[in-house]
């Protein structure tokens, strides 16, 4: 076996397989002219959102450059699981998502709780595939960046970028500053500026890059926390997302239910990803010991499966969920907001790749069409149409989505629902086309029409 740098042994497997190879190219190399220092386009963080976006346009013949602050392939906390919705993003990319290249394929999603276990199949649609995938971050992003340097993007690793680089005459975000570090984060260089005619920030949940620029985290919009880890187990192989909706703080009965959900996703490679997420609707939100609340709620699971300390592999490692448009605008003086640095974390699901990746689609798309301007002035016109962009796709959902976590932050709500909801089938199909985003836009079923309705009659967040 050989061992991760977040201490997960990677065993042979499907995912281990199609890991691949380190890039030829230098790591934290500072690149010595001005030349090498500009591009058109520059895209910080090589995650999920930076790597689509840098695929893209190096797709359609923009000089890209990104700047990561690890080295691939690195650990990302995360569930590893993919909805229908982000397997459209990654088909619109030209990968190869067979079970030969690595990918574990699920039909649906399991429902537990109430004392009931459902089982909902991903719905058929027009508009996107009709089943989810699984596969751990640390191949998908490593996947994902050498994708994008196939197509010509230039990626250099090891580079910290630390603020925007503003012009004083226009107030324009006209790069970035950034510096080498070394294996283990630490400086290992002078700050160097690095230009372009159009920044994309996509460097995460610290949104560091906004945070220079004065875009501050939005209190009025949700946030949740999640934690996970791997355990070696027979469920590895499940072809089911599994989703446990009673999370209690202590013993069930003496305690609270808790917002949020925990899964179970099979990786297909002798482990199981378990984890869960709260949200900060409950008067218990920063103050449950997460990793503590995931050891006894896996105590309650049967022997057998083996979510237990003897058969963890790696550390139990936590992230927060900036959700529902958490930071605005999305435009700033030439400078996009990607993925989760934009608070595009879906506040029903927790789920953040899908709009990552289809936020960095959308901005390729919009900045595609700024660098054909002629002028300053015309670009930043045209980047306007991002933010009006991802505001129409998302913007009435992620209201509705504010709501319900609300809703639940009241246990009272969240047990009826889960006690008269569960075995309900037409409500169960409602459910996973709501809390998944899974509808046809135009025509579909009579859910459909009922989700996209109450999309366009709440108001865009």
Same mark, same amino acid.
């Given at each position: 076996?050989?061992? *991760?740098?977040?201490?997960?042994?990677?065993?042979?497997?499907?995912?281990?397989?199609?890991?691949?190879?380190p890039?030829? *190219?230098?790591?934290?190399?500072?690149?010595?002219?001005?030349?090498?220092?500009?591009?058109d $386009?520059?895209?910080?963080?090589? !995650? &999920?959102?930076?790597?689509?976006?840098?695929?893209? +346009?190096?797709?359609?013949?923009?000089?890209? +450059?990104?700047?990561?602050?690890?080295?691939?392939?690195?650990?990302?906390?995360?569930?590893?699981?993919?909805?229908?919705r982000?397997? @459209?993003?990654?088909?619109?990319?030209g990968?190869?998502?067979? &079970?030969?290249?690595?990918?574990?394929?699920?039909?649906?999603?399991?429902? /537990?709780?109430?004392?009931?276990?459902?089982?909902?199949?991903?719905?058929?649609?027009?508009?996107?595939?009709?089943?989810g995938?699984?596969r751990?971050?640390?191949?998908?992003?490593?996947?994902?960046?050498?994708?994008?340097?196939?197509?010509?993007?230039?990626?250099?690793?090891r *580079?910290?970028?630390?603020?925007?680089?503003?012009?004083?005459?226009?107030?324009?975000?006209?790069?970035?500053?950034?510096?080498?570090?070394?294996?283990?984060?630490?400086?290992?260089g002078?700050?160097?500026?690095?230009?372009?005619?159009?920044?994309?920030?996509?460097?995460?949940?610290?949104?560091?890059?906004?945070?220079?620029?004065? +875009?501050?985290?939005?209190?009025?919009?949700?946030? !949740?926390?999640?934690?996970? *880890?791997?355990?070696r187990?027979?469920?590895?192989?499940?072809?089911?997302?599994?989703?446990?909706?009673? +999370?209690?703080?202590?013993?069930?009965?003496?305690?609270?239910?808790?917002?949020?959900?925990?899964?179970?996703?099979?990786?297909?490679?002798?482990?199981?990803?378990?984890?869960?997420?709260?949200?900060?609707?409950?008067?218990?939100?920063?103050?449950?010991?997460?990793r503590?609340?995931?050891?006894?709620?896996?105590?309650?699971? &049967?022997?057998?499966?083996?979510?237990?300390?003897?058969?963890?592999e !790696?550390?139990? @490692?936590?992230?927060?969920?900036?959700?529902?448009?958490?930071?605005?605008?999305?435009?700033h003086?030439?400078?996009?907001?990607?993925?989760?640095?934009?608070?595009?974390?879906?506040?029903?699901?927790?789920?953040?790749?899908?709009?990552?990746?289809?936020?960095?689609? /959308?901005?390729?798309?919009?900045?595609?069409?700024?660098?054909?301007?002629?002028?300053?002035?015309?670009?930043?016109?045209?980047?306007?149409?991002?933010?009006?962009?991802?505001?129409?796709?998302?913007?009435?959902?992620?209201?509705? #989505?504010? $709501?319900?976590?609300?809703?639940?932050?009241?246990?009272?709500?969240?047990?009826?629902?889960t006690?008269?909801?569960?075995?309900?089938?037409? $409500?169960?199909?409602?459910?996973?086309?709501?809390?998944?985003?899974?509808?046809? &836009?135009?025509? #579909?079923?009579?859910?459909?029409?009922?989700?996209?309705?109450?999309? @366009?009659?709440?108001?865009?967040?």
């Amino acid at each position: 076996m050989r061992s *991760t740098g977040g201490g997960r042994p990677v065993r042979p497997g499907p995912c281990a397989r199609a890991t691949p190879p380190p890039p030829a *190219t230098l790591r934290g190399d500072v690149p010595s002219s001005a030349a090498e220092r500009s591009a058109d $386009v520059l895209v910080v963080g090589a !995650g &999920p959102a930076g790597a689509t976006a840098a695929r893209h +346009l190096a797709a359609a013949g923009v000089d890209v +450059l990104v700047l990561e602050k690890t080295s691939f392939p690195r650990e990302k906390v995360c569930g590893d699981g993919l909805t229908p919705r982000a397997v @459209r993003e990654l088909l619109a990319l030209g990968l190869d998502l067979s &079970p030969e290249a690595g990918w574990v394929r699920n039909k649906g999603l399991r429902i /537990i709780g109430g004392g009931m276990r459902v089982e909902l199949p991903w719905p058929e649609l027009a508009s996107f595939p009709d089943h989810g995938l699984v596969r751990t971050r640390l191949d998908m992003d490593h996947l994902l960046v050498e994708h994008a340097r196939a197509a010509g993007a230039r990626v250099q690793e090891r *580079t910290s970028v630390t603020g925007a680089v503003v012009d004083e005459a226009t107030g324009r975000v006209v790069g970035v500053r950034a510096h080498p570090v070394d294996e283990r984060g630490r400086r290992a260089g002078e700050d160097v500026e690095h230009r372009a005619r159009v920044v994309l920030a996509a460097d995460g949940v610290s949104a560091r890059l906004a945070l220079s620029v004065g +875009l501050a985290r939005r209190e009025d919009r949700p946030m !949740g926390v999640a934690v996970r *880890t791997y355990y070696r187990s027979p469920r590895h192989d499940d072809d089911w997302m599994e989703s446990w909706l009673e +999370l209690w703080d202590g013993e069930p009965g003496r305690s609270r239910l808790l917002p949020g959900y925990g899964w179970v996703f099979g990786v297909g490679d002798g482990t199981s990803n378990v984890g869960l997420g709260v949200l900060n609707s409950s008067s218990a939100y920063g103050k449950v010991d997460y990793r503590d609340l995931l050891r006894r709620w896996t105590a309650t699971m &049967p022997a057998d499966w083996q979510f237990d300390e003897e058969h963890r592999e !790696g550390p139990v @490692r936590g992230a927060a969920l900036p959700m529902g448009f958490n930071r605005t605008p999305h435009h700033h003086a030439g400078m996009l907001l990607l993925g989760d640095a934009g608070g595009m974390v879906n506040p029903f699901n927790g789920e953040g790749i899908a709009y990552a990746m289809e936020s960095a689609r /959308i901005a390729a798309d919009v900045a595609v069409q700024a660098l054909g301007r002629p002028d300053a002035a015309s670009r930043l016109r045209a980047l306007d149409a991002y933010p009006a962009a991802v505001r129409s796709a998302w913007g009435g959902y992620f209201t509705l #989505g504010a $709501v319900f976590v609300k809703m639940i932050g009241h246990p009272a709500v969240m047990e009826a629902a889960t006690r008269h909801g569960l075995p309900r089938p037409v $409500v169960m199909r409602l459910v996973v086309k709501l809390l998944a985003n899974l509808t046809d &836009p135009r025509g #579909g079923d009579a859910l459909d029409r009922v989700v996209n309705g109450l999309q @366009r009659l709440a108001p865009a967040a």
